[in-house]
């Protein structure tokens, strides 16, 4: 699916635990501006339904799993992330719902910019329209 692809991070192993390095430009596309984690979700909740103009996020598992639908208006996946050693890039205009969460999951988002509302598209009729013209000019 264009502007989703799942991203293998390598870990350095030793007696004193494991580290995971992720460096902006070189493991992940772009400079990172935030980071956030999810966590605590309640069982049976869904969350995510929505889009970003401009926003590009790599999401991290980095305890327990969660299941992240991706969707333009011809495509849809779905990805179970479940390591902390793989990491999926989402790019601009794709719609995302994440859901069955585990009850240890924390899930930690990478983003390329600050937080700014309007790049939020939460309307899902609004973004098969701005996605169909977005996708018909990056062909």
Known sequence: MKNVYEIDFKANMSNFGNL???EAMNSIPFSVKRVYYIYGVP????RGFHSHINLQQ???????????LTKTPSEEEVITLDSPLKGLYIGPMIWREMYEFSDNAVLLVLASEHYTETDYIRDYSKFEILAN?????AN
Do not use: A, H, Q
Request: glycine content about 8%; overall charge positive; hydrophobic content about 40%.
């Open 43 to 46: 069982s049976g909740t869904k």
């Open 58 to 68: 790599v999401l991290i598992c980095v305890s327990g799993s969660v299941k992240i």
């Open 20 to 22: 995971v390095p992720i």
């Open 133 to 137: 013209e977005y996708f018909k000019e």
